[in-house]
């Protein structure tokens, strides 16, 4: 099986590469600056700053490999792939809620760049899914674990 295609936009794939960097610049080099200091230190069988800083390490190293991997599957939506008649990854949408009559902004990401604290959802969430290649005007129901969300899209922008 191969390996899980990510889907960015440009400002993800900056974002990915930029991370990547400071990983492996700064990050790699603090640790390493840290474990050095731990050694110093004397006895390492019974110190604890030598096996904080040796797990941070595992999990820089994971971490820098797990970017790697996103950014050598990484597929950037094209400016020109983002369409204001149907809802696509990169769209911003403005849904509103049926139920409740609150309207709400989205933009839906690949699942790399999801933030829905920025109101950034991913194509492979509930709602993400229910409102891909819906049109303006469309109404989309999802069954979130609370119960059924009712939206309608009222506008589609890049």
Not at 91 to 111: H, P, Q
């Amino acid at each position: 099986m191969g390996e899980k295609e990510v889907i960015l936009t440009l400002d993800g794939l900056k974002k990915l590469e930029q991370e990547l960097e400071h990983y492996k610049s700064v990050k790699r080099r603090e640790v390493a600056q840290r474990i050095k200091e731990a050694i110093e230190f004397g006895d390492i069988s019974e110190n604890s700053e030598y096996e904080d800083a040796k797990n941070e390490q595992a999990m820089i190293e994971g971490r820098i490999l797990t970017l790697e991997k996103m950014l050598r599957n990484a597929r950037v939506i094209d400016e020109g792939e983002i369409h204001t008649d149907v809802v696509s990854i990169g769209s911003t949408i403005l849904l509103k809620d049926l139920d409740f009559g609150d309207e709400i902004d989205y933009t839906i990401v690949g699942s790399a760049e999801a933030d829905p604290a920025k109101n950034k959802i991913s194509n492979e969430s509930p709602v993400g899914k229910a409102v891909l290649g819906q049109k303006t005007g469309s109404i989309v129901e999802v069954s979130v674990p609370a119960g059924l969300l009712r939206y309608q899209v009222l506008n589609i922008r890049k």
